[in-house]
């Protein structure tokens, strides 16, 4: 057997998921012009000419706040259907994870090499962290035999591969199990994994994964889908989907996980703010293999670039969109590589 | 009586419009204005082809292009001077301009050359035929009737059906575009404003209020309006769940385009967007009081804040379910008065025309909310209302209705050197913006008037509001949004000014205001707003007890009318003794709600279009509130049935 690898581990004063971010000004390009004073030699019966209209105003400033508008957004339109499809099927003897205590707070360890997003379903206290650095929000569970003695409760991870990430793809693995609250052992009961594919080089990263068991479709629908994208960490998400289960549709640690439900009639966005801290944890990751302890998000507000993403399901067709918008006038080199990735300027 | 309005104004379009009709010597009217032409002959005069709508635009909008030869020309339909300019956009400079017996609102070019423009100040809508010589002003050929206030024009796919939208009169019309013959008038929710059809031959129809679409399929003769619901809820960070699961409701529908999906995604062929600017509201919870005015506390969506609804007209339902915080600070500049739209089909590029911000948006036409994906923005002379493109060449073309002005630009843009593509600036270059100034000419005595309608249309002025909106945001085009906002005294809905300021004071639903100028001024104090100084107020003031209500609408039973007026000034109901005349007021407040301190007696002018009722929007009817048993409101719940219904008639004259 394989020995498990300890690539996560979870302070008790970890991060929650989400932080707020800060003010950004909306705006975009702008043209400044003139204006025309129109000779009217040619009408008939007309007075002479009115005075010109009022000089066209830049507005590349914002009006109110002062602050700068975007530059025009990176768009790539992508079709969800050239995405990878991934079934859930099996577990395998590398699947799970388990949760230990330690002096300071918690180690959890997945048994393969993956950044992961773990989800432990304590009833009423929903305990979410992230593998590869300090990232979780809820309460760890306690790891107490004498309290909970064979009580189990669901469990799903979803994550990638430290290993074999390339700027055109990554390993993607997801597995839901039971928890056993008493030994801090998951147990998987299916998984899949699947070689997601990127959309922005190296920084946007998706599959399609068929959803698990009985599901009400739509007219016209053979499967009900989901749509999976990875990227780097937001400190300000937005995403659609049921607000009294907010992280079915989002997530934000280490890295930040959408998922928008494919079904016939409906579409989902998402906003993400991402910082060059984000992007430079995002590198570490990426170029190490390994998790990274020092993470620190910057305390001032840092909300200059904006990934939004866009998924809609409409007759037979499935396409999505994703955009980079950077503010102007901000320092762009910490965002040079993200900007450049985009195969669609 | 209803006292007339010294200064006459015209209220016709979005802005509404300031026209000096002391001023027509000017450029004296043709003989057919003099006449009725509601029975003349619409047909051609000329043989010749007449200038050829560009883009196969089967679409109304306050400006259309065609192309005369090699000429590109625009027909604007300026409210203000109510006229078609007709502009020479390649030669920056208006042609001509032709008179028009009315306000215009919309111009819509048929297949054949005709041009179609509606007469929103008099319930019809002309038939124009411009010259072959386009320095020579359009031919009035005649005029049609359709419901109060008409606005919106479309075409079918197959330029056989003229559709009409009547604001005020809440109809859809359809007429034979060959004869002008009316085939079907359909009823609809309030304020149906712009309307298009899709391939499939189905029309969608725009509000103002509601956040709401109706949609009528023209294929089938017998088929009824269905409604597509606009509403969505906000995802924020910030929000509390109650105000994430809120659903939020609508208003500012000016403007519909459609786009086509493109052809490279698998299953996209032949797929069409409905695409809806409007701005997403959320008024607060009117059942409990907040801790401030009009609506919930900023969580990174604002209470007004833009959206463009994507509607998939397949599946009749919208793409766009959320409005998504993109940041938790707030923002300026966005578009919460959009007035027009139109498609580049070429760079699926979908432009909106903002007032407030005097900007032309493109936008991403194929993102779920394309207001999120704003690509680039051109400012515009104040008020723009209507824009047009021509997808071949790139040149829209946006007409500003306070600004007097058209504006050019060419959206093709300049490839940027190689320099500048390394610089992190660099992105594609437009080429500059040219505006052509109108022919129009107010009288010197409307510039303060003027100036108070600029005021009414400012957004992001944090004098007159902390969060950008503009008085135009709640009242719009003067009137109301048909919302109940949560505020610290509890439930308030908008009432509508426009035509029913004059002689109502003290203002206020409190009556706490002797003079409109100070009522204005405790209103943009509730708003957050810093304060005008006393000249602007005046002017806003003027601007308001001058801007017409809408339309009379003299379609009633008169039988039942004069029922309704005996019950009204009955003793025994008691109407007449508060709502003097039902217009004028008895000028103080009364205690009809036990739980409220007393309110002031409204007018009753125009109360048949500004549902809903009461100071808390509790009555979304006539009908609810006079039988109401619980109402201290006169007896009119007593009465029976039959007399109801006359009390409704009449008020509904009022």
Redesign the interface.
């Known amino acids: 057997m394989r020995p498990a690898v300890a690539v996560g581990l979870l302070l008790t004063a970890g991060c929650a998921a989400g932080q707020p971010g800060s003010r950004m000004a909306l705006g975009a390009a702008a043209a400044s012009g003139s204006v025309a004073s129109a000779a009217l030699s040619q009408s008939r019966d007309l007075p002479p000419d009115p005075p010109p209209a009022s000089p066209l105003m830049s507005l590349e400033r914002n009006p109110a706040s002062g602050g700068d508008g975007p530059i025009p957004p990176r768009t790539v339109h992508f079709d969800v259907d050239a995405l990878p499809v991934a079934s859930w099927g099996p577990p395998t003897k590398r699947d799970g994870f388990f949760v230990r205590r330690e002096p300071h707070g918690y180690l959890l360890t997945t048994r393969s090499e993956i950044f992961a997003e773990v989800v432990i379903s304590q009833p009423g206290n929903p305990f979410i962290a992230f593998t590869g650095g300090s990232f979780g929000a809820g309460a760890p569970p306690t790891c107490a035999p004498a309290v909970h003695s064979g009580a189990t409760v669901p469990t799903h991870w979803t994550g990638f591969g430290a290993r074999g990430w390339t700027d055109e793809g990554i390993d993607v693995e997801m597995g839901r199990g039971t928890f056993d609250l008493a030994t801090c052992n998951a147990t998987p009961l299916d998984s899949l994994s699947v070689r997601g594919k990127a959309i922005v080089p190296g920084y946007v990263y998706g599959v399609v994964v068929r959803k698990l068991g009985d599901t009400v479709l739509a007219p016209g629908e053979s499967s009900r889908d989901e749509l999976v994208l990875f990227l780097p960490r937001g400190t300000f998400v937005s995403a659609t989907g049921d607000p009294n289960v907010p992280l079915n549709a989002a997530a934000t640690g280490t890295f930040t996980r959408l998922t928008f439900p494919l079904e016939r009639g409906n579409a989902g966005s998402a906003s993400v703010t991402v910082t060059p801290a984000a992007l430079g944890l995002w590198g570490e990751l990426r170029r190490t293999g390994r998790p990274v302890w020092s993470f620190q998000e910057p305390p001032e507000r840092h909300d200059d670039l904006v990934v939004a993403i866009d998924v809609a399901c409409q007759g037979q067709a499935r396409s999505g969109s994703v955009s980079i918008a950077l503010a102007r006038r901000v320092d762009a080199k910490p965002y040079a590589a993200i900007l450049a990735a985009n195969p669609q300027r | 009586m209803r006292p007339l309005v010294v200064t006459c104004l015209a209220l016709g379009a979005c802005a509404a419009p300031l026209y000096p009709r002391g001023q027509v010597a ?3 009217p043709p003989e057919a204005l003099a006449l009725d032409l509601s029975h003349r002959a619409c047909d051609r005069i000329h043989a010749d082809a007449l200038p050829a709508r560009v883009s196969g635009d089967r679409q109304g909008s306050a400006v259309a292009l065609v192309r005369s030869g090699a000429r590109l020309l625009a027909y604007v339909a300026d409210a203000d001077s109510r006229s078609i300019h007709t ?1 020479s956009v390649d030669g ?6 032709t008179r028009l017996n009315g306000t215009p609102r919309e111009i819509l070019v048929l297949a054949d050359g005709r041009v179609v423009t509606t007469l929103a100040d008099r319930a019809r809508f002309a038939v124009l035929e411009p010259d072959v010589d386009p ?3 359009l031919a009035l050929l005649c005029e049609r009737d359709a419901p109060s206030e008409p606005s919106g024009l479309a075409l079918s796919p197959d330029d056989g059906k003229l559709l009409v939208t009547s604001s005020w009169g809440r109809a859809l019309s359809v007429f034979d575009a060959g004869t002008f013959t009316e085939q079907r008038t359909l009823s609809l929710p309030r304020d149906p404003r712009s309307v298009l059809v899709d391939a499939a031959g189905v029309a969608f129809v725009s509000h103002l209020v509601g956040a709401k679409m109706s949609v009528v399929d023209l294929k089938d003769p017998t088929s009824q309006p269905s409604l597509v619901d606009l509403a969505v ?1 906000k ?4 929000a509390s ?1 109650g105000d ?2 809120a659903m939020r409701t609508g208003s500012q529908g000016y403007a519909l385009a459609k786009v086509g ?2 052809a ?5 062929a032949g ?1 069409e ?1 409905v695409l809806a600017p409007m701005v997403s509201v959320d008024p607060g919870d009117p059942v409990h009081d907040r801790a401030m005015y009009y609506g919930p506390p900023f969580d ?1 969506v604002p209470k007004e804040s833009p959206i463009v609804s ?1 509607v ?1 007209p ?2 009749k ?1 919208t ?4 409005l ?11 578009c919460l008065l959009p007035r027009a739209a139109a498609v580049r089909a070429k760079t699926a590029s979908l432009l909106v025309a903002c007032a407030g ?3 032309l ?1 493109e936008l ?1 036409a ?4 394309p207001f ?11 008020g723009p209302e209507g824009v047009a493109v021509d997808d071949a060449t790139g040149t829209a073309v946006i007409f ?1 209705q306070l ?3 058209l ?1 050019v ?1 060419h959206l093709d843009p300049i490839e940027p050197s190689p320099a500048a593509e390394a610089s ?2 660099a ?2 270059v ?1 080429t ?10 107010p009288a010197p005595a409307l510039d303060a008037v003027a100036r108070g309608r600029a005021l009414f249309y400012r957004t ?3 004098r007159i509001a902390d969060d ?1 909106l503009a008085c135009a945001s709640c009242h719009i085009d003067g009137r109301d949004d048909a919302i109940t906002w949560s505020t610290l005294l509890g439930a308030r809905q908008t009432p509508m000014l426009a035509g029913r300021l004059e002689g109502a004071a003290p203002y206020g639903w409190e009556g706490k205001r002797a003079t409109l100028p100070a009522y204005i001024s405790s209103t943009i104090g509730n708003l957050g707003g810093s304060g005008l100084t006393a000249s602007e107020l005046d002017e806003l003031a003027e601007y308001l007890l001058v801007a017409p209500g809408p339309p009379d609408d003299a379609s009633a039973d008169a039988r039942l009318v004069r029922r309704g007026h005996e019950l009204f000034d009955s003793t025994e109901q008691g109407c007449g003794g508060c709502h003097v005349n039902g217009e004028a007021t008895d000028g103080t407040t009364h205690d009809v709600d036990p739980s409220r301190e007393a309110f002031d007696t409204p007018t009753l002018r125009f109360i048949r279009g500004s549902a809903p009722y009461f100071h808390d929007g509790r009555y979304p009817t006539l009908e609810a509130l006079l039988s109401d048993p619980g109402s201290r409101m006169g007896h009119s719940a007593a009465l029976p049935e039959a007399d109801r219904a006359a009390l409704v008639a009449y008020l509904r004259t009022l």
């Not at chain 2, 995802?235 to 910030?238: M, N, Q, R």
């Not at chain 2, 500059?432 to 000419?441: C, G, M, N, Q, V």
């Open positions: 000017h450029a004296p502009v920056h400079r208006e042609l001509v301009r320095d020579a002003p809820r995802s924020s960070p910030l769940l994430k699961l999906l493109p490279n995604v698998a299953g996209a797929l967007r990174g994507v998939d397949a599946a339902q793409l766009s379910k959320f998504l915080a993109t940041t938790g600070g707030k923002v300026a500049g966005k911000t005097d900007a948006l991403d194929l993102a779920v909310d999120r994906a704003e690509r680039r923005r051109f400012s515009v002379p104040a500003s600004g007097a002005a504006t630009i992190r600036d992105g594609p437009p500059t913006p040219e505006s052509i100034a109108l022919d129009y000419h992001d002025d944090a950008g």
